[in-house]
């Protein structure tokens, strides 16, 4: 002891700061057993919420607590709450004293989020049976003096709770005290909360601003409380449905009965009347958000199943278009090699002078003309499919996606006579679109077929200048079938000099062309490597 007394003082503080903690950790452990939330807190006179409310010596029960929530605005200052015994009225009473109590000594009260609560200067209870046989105090005697000290003191800034206010005496004298005191504090702003079972205070909240009635629900079919806070709605008392269940007289009950005042009854009636409403509204509630939710359900699902049949439909047209796709593809190849045989063929008889070889020969021609047709309906399918574009003479087209030409006559089959280049053309108007001044995209063009006139009249020159590779590529081709089915000895190409694209395109082409003989540049006096002149074989 000797040696800790010079340490008293450190040991007072050491001990005063293990309290602190000990009641830190005790409020939070509280909180945390009672799902507890902290509240917002408002200034004396405001209005007060409650969400979730529940009253602090409910837990741990063997039953579930059952919340309540109560909302009252600036101008809201009185609540009565009416309806039977063992309803939950003095409960409902105490927990909101005990909740604002809690928060203004710093312990988190069992409430939700969404919590606002003014601060209280005084709190004033009249609960419970005071009456004193040494203090010469009957029950009624004990009320009024708790309601006169509150008369006295309370002010803007006070919580008033008072059950079973009236009671204890003439229940028209009751009811008119009560009626004048709670008048009273409603002027002056204090925040009431007071339980009654006396009807002419249910009227009240009809003829004074500030006073708003009050219930807790009570099931008419099991006599049983719910314990369901109710704002705006008077509750009834059910005492002879109480007294009938428990076994009372019919004889007895309709006495009571008869003797009850009309306006009693009245009022009683249409407590009963609104309470059934309330209870269908309910019922309808709870059916239309049954349905809502069954219409989401069937929503979410329909939802899912379009996008699913999306989903499937575009996989389908996917297959389809790659089917499509292979199908020209494999016959288009089928036609080439066809074309292929067909040249090998050419070049078998081309050295044929009699008239038997010239006769096959021709025939061998007609099959080359009409494979060309069949490729170049191959190929047009290849392209977007688009309606042809009304043309007039004179107009300028794009052949294709190809070269740009001059619809020089539009024949009776319907057929288009295009000039392009100096090459002249015969094709479908499926095939051709306005040009205007647009140089058209640079994609290869579809050779067009080209008529027997036309390939007797076919030129021995071409001109390619101006052109993409791809045109001149496919516009090279062309011409060579043209000079070649005219039986021209050769065919000149002017391509020009330039970055040598265009050129280097035609060499390709007349390469790998087995009725090409021999090419070169022209001389340099008629275009030199401007110029490519191909001899066809004979």
């Given amino acids: 002891t000797d040696l800790l007394r010079p340490e008293r003082d450190v040991v007072r503080e050491a001990h005063a700061m293990c309290v602190i903690v000990d009641d830190i950790v005790a409020r939070a452990r509280y909180a945390a057993e009672v799902d507890g939330q902290v509240p917002g807190i408002g200034g004396p006179a405001s209005s007060i919420v409650i969400r979730s409310g529940r009253h602090p010596l409910l837990f741990g029960g063997d039953r579930p607590v059952i919340p309540f929530d109560l909302e009252l605005s600036d101008s ?101 005290l009560a009626a004048a005191a709670l008048l ?15 009807g002419t205070l249910k009227q009240l909240a009809s ?13 008419a079919s099991t006599l049983s409380p719910t314990y369901r806070f109710l704002k705006g709605v008077p509750g009834r ?27 009693e009854r009245h009022l009683d009636a249409v407590l009963a009347a609104a309470e059934q409403r309330e209870r269908e509204m309910n019922a309808r509630e709870s059916a239309l958000e049954e ?32 089917a499509e796709k292979q199908a020209r593809k494999e016959t288009k190849s ?37 494979e060309s047709r069949a490729l170049e309906q ?11 574009a009304p043309v007039i003479v004179g107009q300028r087209v794009r052949v294709g996606h190809g070269s740009i030409g001059v619809v020089q006559e539009i024949r009776p089959d319907g057929k288009l006579k295009v000039l392009v280049g100096v090459m002249r053309m015969l094709v479908d108007p499926a095939t051709v679109s306005a040009a205007g001044n647009d140089p058209g995209p640079k994609t290869p063009a579809p050779k067009p077929s080209i008529s027997t006139q036309e390939e007797r009249d076919s030129p021995s020159e071409i001109d390619l200048r101006g052109m993409t590779g791809d045109e001149a590529e496919s516009a090279t081709e062309a011409a060579v079938d043209a000079a070649f089915l005219a039986e021209r000895p050769y065919l000149r190409i002017i391509h020009g000099m330039g970055t040598g694209v265009v050129r280097e395109r035609v060499r390709r082409v007349v390469s790998t062309d087995r009725r090409v003989a021999r090419f070169g540049f022209a001389p340099a006096n008629q275009g030199g490597t401007g110029v490519t002149i191909v001899e066809f074989a004979e």
């Fill in 291 to 322: 349905r809502a939710s069954g219409l989401e359900e069937l929503a979410a699902r329909l939802s899912v199943q379009a996008s699913s049949q999306e989903v499937r439909d575009a996989e389908l047209k996917r297959r389809e278009r790659e």
């Fill in 334 to 370: 089928y036609l080439m090699d066809a074309r292929r045989r067909v040249e090998a063929a050419i070049s078998t008889v081309q050295t044929a002078a009699d008239t038997s070889s010239r006769e096959a020969r021709r025939l061998v021609e007609e099959g080359i003309k009409a």
């Fill in 76 to 176: 809201e200052r009185t609540v009565l709450i009416s309806g039977p015994n063992t309803g939950g009225k003095t409960v409902l009473l105490k927990a909101v004293g005990l909740i604002a109590a809690m928060t203004q000594s710093g312990i988190m009260p069992p409430v939700g989020g969404g919590t606002t609560l003014p601060i209280f200067h005084s709190f004033f209870t009249d609960i419970g049976d005071h009456q004193s046989i040494a203090a010469s105090l009957s029950t009624f005697s004990a009320h009024v003096k708790a309601l006169r000290s509150i008369l006295i003191e309370a002010d803007e800034a006070s919580l008033i709770l008072m059950d079973e206010v009236g009671s204890g005496t003439d229940p028209a004298e009751g009811a008119a």
């Fill in 378 to 388: 191959v190929e047009q399918v290849e392209r977007a499919e688009r309606s042809a």
């Fill in 237 to 263: 008392s059910y005492g002879l449905a109480i007294a009938r269940r428990l076994g009372v007289s019919e004889q007895v009950l309709a006495e009571a009965e008869a003797q009850i005042p009309d306006t």
């Fill in 207 to 219: 003829v004074s601003n500030g006073v708003v009635n009050a219930s807790l629900e009570f099931d």
């Fill in 184 to 198: 009273s504090l409603t002027r002056r702003r204090s925040l009431t909360l007071a339980s009654t079972h006396l």
